[in-house]
C-alpha cells in the first residue's frame, strides 16, 4: 500500500538561510511601535547564531547596532555571517549553567541592561516569537499542504516554531499531531515525559534543546516530544544531501530523522509535514569533526 506521504519546508531559502528570519523582524517591528525600540538604537540577543543572524541583517538595513552573544559550540560560520552583517559577535563558553554570569543569556542581558537604548529582545521567553509562526509559519504550511496535514514535525529549541506553528494548524484542524524532536542532552524530552526537569548535558547538534525551560514553549500543544542523538542528527542531514540533494543543518536531519519514526508508525494515505530550519552552509568548517563524533 501507499506509504505516509513526507513534506519538508525548507526554511533555508528566509534571506538570511533560516527559520527565525519570521520572529525576528516581528519581534522587531513589535518593539518598534511599542517604543523599546527607539531609532539609533542596540539590539542585543543571545543566540545560536540563525536568531543572531536575522537580527544583524534587520540592525542593517534599519539602521541600528546589533551585538550577539553565542556559545562556543557553535559553528564558524554563524560568527563570521553576522560579523559580515555588521554585527558584533561575543563568544561566551557552552559548558556553564544558564544562570552562570557566563552564560549567553546572562551575558546579553548585562550588555543590554549596560548600553543606553539597547532592546533585548529574549527570543526564548518573548511571546512575540511564537505570534510569529503562528501569523506566518502556520498559515503558509496550510496553504502550501492544502490542508492535508495529519502531523507536524519539527525540533524543538526556543520552542517559537512549533507551537506557533502548531496552534495554528490545530485551529484549523483539531486531530493534526504536534512532534517535536530534541536532541539528547536537553531537558525538554524527560520534562515532557515526567514532569521532572533534568540535569542537561552537552550535545553537538546546534539550535534545537535547551539547558532549562523557556516560555516560548507550549506544551500544552505538543502530542510527543522524540529525543535524537547527534549520530542519528548528523547521518540523517549527510543522507538528505546525498539522496535528496537537500543540504541542510544538523538540526534539520534531527527533524527528518523524528519525522521517519513517525511515517513508521501511522497508516497509509497520512500526510507529514516536517520543517528544516536551515541550511548546511552554516555548518562546513566543522564537517570533517562532525565526521569524527560520529
Known amino acids: 500500500g501507499f506509504r505516509p506521504s513526507l513534506w519538508a519546508k525548507l526554511e533555508y531559502f528566509n534571506p538570511t538561510g533560516s527559520v527565525k528570519d519570521r520572529m525576528a523582524l ?58 559580515a552583517l555588521g554585527a558584533e559577535v561575543i563568544v561566551t563558553p557552552t559548558d556553564v549553567a544558564p544562570d552562570s554570569p557566563q552564560s549567553y543569556y546572562s551575558v546579553a542581558r548585562r550588555i543590554a541592561a549596560e548600553t543606553p537604548n539597547a532592546w533585548y529582545p529574549d527570543q526564548y521567553n518573548n511571546p512575540k516569537n511564537i505570534e510569529a509562526h503562528y501569523h506566518t509559519t502556520g498559515p503558509e504550511i496550510w496553504k502550501q499542504a492544502g490542508g492535508q496535514i495529519d502531523y507536524l514535525v519539527a525540533g524543538i529549541g526556543t520552542g517559537g516554531t512549533l507551537s506557533g506553528a502548531g496552534k495554528y494548524l490545530k485551529e484549523k ?17 524527560e520534562y515532557f515525559k515526567t ?99 560520529v
Open 195 to 293: 514532569g521532572r526537569l533534568p540535569p542537561s548535558h552537552i550535545y553537538q547538534v546546534e539550535g534545537i534543546g535547551e539547558d532549562h525551560l523557556v516560555k516560548a514553549v507550549d506544551f500544552s500543544l505538543i502530542d510527543d516530544i522524540l529525543q535524537v542523538s547527534d549520530k542519528d542528527s548528523f547521518l540523517m542531514a549527510r543522507r538528505l544531501a546525498r539522496e535528496e540533494g537537500i543540504f541542510a543543518g544538523g538540526s534539520s536531519g534531527s527533524a527528518v530523522w523524528g519525522a521517519l519514526q513517525v511515517a513508521a508508525s501511522i497508516d497509509a494515505g497520512k500526510h507529514i509535514v516536517v520543517i528544516l530550519p536551515d541550511s548546511g552552509n552554516r555548518y562546513q568548517i566543522g564537517r570533517a569533526s562532525c565526521r569524527e563524533r
Open 173 to 189: 484542524k483539531k486531530s493534526i499531531r504536534v512532534i517535536a524532536v530534541d536532541p539528547d542532552g536537553s531537558v525538554f524530552y
Open 26 to 83: 516581528y519581534m522587531v517591528e513589535d518593539a518598534e511601535r511599542s517604543g523599546r525600540l527607539k531609532p539609533g538604537g542596540t539590539i542585543v540577543e543571545g543566540s545560536s547564531g540563525n536568531t543572531g543572524a536575522a537580527l544583524a541583517m534587520i540592525a542593517a538595513v534599519k539602521g541600528y547596532r546589533g551585538i550577539i552573544t553565542m556559545p562556543d559550540k557553535m559553528s564558524d560560520e554563524k560568527k563570521y555571517f553576522m560579523t
